[in-house]
């Protein structure tokens, strides 16, 4: 089992910047990958930026030069970070953290969801 506990969201006017946090914990060992999600109201869910335990980090193109996803290792716990900038009223939606092990039909651990919410 992992736990993932969410902080950060909150409102902001367009422009500017955001930064969440999900601290994982539990069985959190072995090749993972971690990332943030989000789902817009009537919108599928979309996976905005993923971050391997070896580094990799890709990002869908929307938010490119705009977010920032980094981890911090520590022996029980694993935090993952989403530093968002130049926010726009597109990126309002509920952030998802998700964690899942990089083997084939790993199940997929999903946080409480975070709103943000960008004014224009």
């Known amino acids: 089992q992992v736990q993932l506990v969410e902080s950060g969201g909150g409102l902001v006017q367009a422009g500017g910047s955001l930064r969440l946090s999900c601290a994982a914990s539990?069985?959190?060992?072995?090749?993972?990958?971690m990332g943030w999600y989000r789902q817009a109201p009537g919108k599928q869910r979309e996976l905005v930026a993923q971050?391997?335990?070896?580094?990799?980090?890709?990002?869908v193109d929307s938010v490119k030069g705009r977010f920032t996803i980094s981890r911090d290792n520590a022996k029980n716990t694993v935090t993952v970070y989403l530093q968002m900038n130049s926010l726009k009223p597109e990126d309002t939606a509920v952030y998802y953290c998700?964690?899942?092990?990089?083997?084939?039909?790993?199940?997929?651990?999903w946080g409480q969801g975070t709103q943000v919410t960008v004014s224009s």
């Open positions: 998700n964690y899942c092990w990089i083997i084939p039909g790993s199940m997929n651990y």
């Open positions: 971050i391997t335990s070896g580094g990799s980090i890709s990002y």
């Open positions: 539990g069985s959190i060992f072995g090749a993972n990958v």
